[in-house]
């Protein structure tokens, strides 16, 4: 028992200083990432924290997961190499009798692993598009920026006003092009005002010109105006769709038999039983060698991290176009991965060697 509470406060020790690493150099990268969306014009510049908070709650399961394995693989290497697992060993334990330490540990980071997986996944997905979707449906005038090009909702119009502008519901210096399927206008204006008429937002341009182009016709016309008023669309209904794989519901993919439903739900469960299987990897891999570098078994984990999570995007992808159903991706994946560890664990544990097997299965 004195041995379980004192490896367990180590591994605590060093999960919570391995998780405020991890998670500091994500947010720094979804930083810049954000920033990056602002800067196209993807993320309204005042919701990029909030986008950046989203983001990294729904990549704190992967965050989770590796903190967990970098955890028992640390903690086990510092153990073997301050000979702490000899006087284990020595006391008539083996290997396995090491499981039971680190799964009375981990359960409680895999039971917020699985519910961040499965719940809160899909609800920060879901609130990141439903700030992008605001953004992208804003009227055209929101879309405005002074001193800037900017395109309309619809894709029809560019806009262009002046710096120099008296306040939020007047420009000066106006420029407008609109391109229709038979037609191109480009409209130009000293000053122009926004103002409500009917319940309709329509633009007021005062002294300006208008060329108007037929695509089907030679010729251009032009005309000059006193005033000439235009009527400002709200944003159009594209972007991305509210009902996207990734915003829905855990419950709502499983009862979806389509591959790509399947593909997302394979993921969210994935990712919950990846906790389980890096814990008995961590076992199996952690070791020192005298004649190698002490971090030798830090790199495997990371290695073996990166390799198991590349084949769920891959698994996921096919899944996601019927190359191979969920439940044997799963079986294969998952049960292999553990079925493997469990069988590098129980070697280490009774101390099998392939040369020792070939050697037996010489002399019989």
Same mark, same amino acid.
């Given at each position: 028992m004195l041995f379980d509470s004192s490896i367990r406060k180590e591994l605590a020790r060093s999960f919570g200083a391995t998780l405020v690493v991890l998670i500091t150099v994500v947010m720094t990268?979804?930083?810049? $990432?954000?920033?990056?969306?602002?800067?196209?014009?993807?993320?309204?510049?005042? %919701? +990029?924290?909030? !986008?950046?908070?989203?983001?990294v709650l729904g990549q704190l399961p992967t965050i989770l997961s590796l903190s967990l394995f970098i955890t028992v693989v640390g903690t086990l290497s510092r153990m073997y190499r301050d000979s702490e697992m000899v006087i284990w060993f020595s006391a008539g334990r083996g290997l396995l009798s090491l499981l039971a330490p680190l799964l009375r540990f981990s359960w409680p980071v895999m039971l917020v692993i699985a519910a961040l997986s499965l719940v809160v996944w899909?609800?920060?997905? $879901?609130?990141?598009?439903?700030?992008r979707t605001?953004?992208?449906?804003?009227? %055209? +005038?929101?879309? !405005?920026?002074?001193?800037?090009?900017?395109e309309s909702a619809n894709g029809t119009r560019v806009f262009f006003i002046d710096k120099d502008t008296p306040d939020a519901t007047a420009a000066n210096n106006v420029f407008i092009a609109t391109r229709e399927k038979?037609?191109?206008?480009?409209?130009?204006?000293?000053?122009a005002r926004l103002e409500m008429r009917n319940g309709e937002r329509m633009v007021l341009l005062h002294n300006g010109q208008r060329l108007e182009t037929a695509l089907d016709k030679p010729?251009?016309?032009?005309?000059?105006?006193?005033?000439?008023?235009?009527?400002?669309?709200g944003g159009g209904q594209g972007g991305a769709d509210v009902d996207a794989i990734k915003t829905r519901a855990t419950w709502e993919l499983a009862r979806d038999p389509q591959p790509q439903p399947q593909a997302e739900l394979g993921w969210r469960l994935g990712t919950a039983f990846a906790a389980i299987n890096f814990v008995v990897l961590g076992l199996a891999v952690a070791i020192v060698n005298p004649r190698a570098h002490r971090s030798t078994s830090l790199v495997l984990a990371l290695l073996a991290?990166?390799?198991y999570y590349n084949l769920m995007s891959v698994g996921q992808a096919w899944v996601g176009v019927g190359k191979v159903g969920l439940a044997p991706f799963m079986l294969a994946l998952h049960g292999g991965t553990l079925a493997l560890g469990l069988l590098l664990v129980a070697a280490r544990h009774n101390h099998w060697s392939l040369r020792a097997l070939l050697a037996r299965g010489s002399a019989a």
């Open positions: 990268m979804m930083l810049i $990432r954000t920033l990056g969306q602002a800067s196209r014009g993807s993320v309204a510049p005042a %919701d +990029v924290m909030l !986008v950046m908070g989203f983001t899909p609800w920060a997905n $879901r609130q990141i598009q439903e700030l605001q953004y992208e449906q804003r009227s %055209d +005038v929101d879309r !405005v920026a002074p001193g800037e090009f900017q038979q037609s191109e206008t480009v409209t130009s204006a000293q000053s010729g251009l016309r032009i005309s000059e105006f006193v005033e000439y008023g235009t009527l400002i669309e991290f990166m390799v």
